[in-house]
């Protein structure tokens, strides 16, 4: 079935570093893919998503391509800010079911 | 954006008590919800589509009397954990997709709830 492999957290950097986190799905035909996150107490907010293959999907300073020879869609951002401390999901949506499937997520720290 | 609302935020009960969460799209309506639970740094797992006015769709191994979904309104689905033992501790989470939007993959999520069965 589908799934989705996220890198493990917890990941702590300084403002202003570069940030990736990984992502790779498994999945049969041609998924939608995303970003989600959580800030602390609240509810998933959509960060970005990608519907179809070499698709960037950027928001927030944010970027992630789907890219469907490595089934990857690592999220990456060039420099981080305080505001960016939360949980990140990625997650695949099958098309005809709708249905979205999340990796573990990832909790993100940036220390002043 | 779209808002979703969900209640309570935590929940603490004893065992063999019914809890009853409620999912509200605020400014949308709904036709489909979702119905997730997250175990302690794990994902969330789909336990079922929420359908307005038709019975809910679950997701393999989850038990549909012990999770008792209803969608009567575009705007409102229940999720009810019946006869709760602490093993169904958790923290779940809804979700609604905007029936009018034409980009229909999209799900905006509530707060999430901490059930703690005693």
């Known amino acids: 079935g589908n799934s989705v492999t996220q890198m493990e957290g917890p990941v702590t950097l300084s403002e202003e570093a570069f940030l990736t986190i990984n992502c790779t799905y498994t999945?049969?035909?041609?998924?939608?893919l995303f970003w989600y996150v959580q800030y602390p107490g609240e509810g998933l907010q959509l960060l970005l998503k990608?519907?179809?293959?070499?698709d960037k999907g950027s928001n927030k300073g944010f970027e992630a391509t789907y890219r469907k020879e490595t089934t990857s869609f690592h999220l990456e951002k060039g420099s981080v800010q305080v505001s960016d401390s939360a949980v990140y999901f990625c997650?695949?949506?099958?098309?005809?079911?709708?249905?979205?499937?999340f990796g573990q997520g990832t909790r993100l720290t940036i220390n002043p | 954006g779209a808002v979703v609302s969900q209640h309570p935020s935590r929940v603490i009960c004893k065992s063999g008590t019914s809890v009853k969460i409620e999912c509200r799209s605020l400014?949308?309506?709904?036709?489909?919800m979702f119905w997730y639970r997250q175990f302690p740094k794990q994902s969330l797992m789909l336990m079922a589509t929420?359908?307005?006015?038709?019975?809910?769709?679950?997701e393999q191994g989850v038990e549909k009397d012990k999770f008792l979904i209803n969608h009567a309104s575009l705007t409102l689905s229940t999720l009810t954990v019946t006869s709760a033992h602490p093993e169904d501790s958790s923290f779940y989470i809804c979700?609604?997709?905007?029936?009018?939007?034409?980009?229909?993959?999209?799900?905006?999520f509530g707060a999430g709830t901490r059930l703690s069965v005693l």
């Open positions: 999945a049969t035909g041609y998924p939608s």
């Open positions: 400014d949308f309506q709904a036709t489909t």
């Open positions: 997650a695949l949506s099958d098309r005809g079911a709708q249905k979205l499937v």
């Open positions: 990608a519907t179809k293959a070499d």
């Open positions: 929420s359908n307005e006015g038709s019975k809910a769709t679950y």
């Open positions: 979700s609604a997709r905007d029936s009018a939007s034409g980009i229909s993959d999209i799900q905006y």
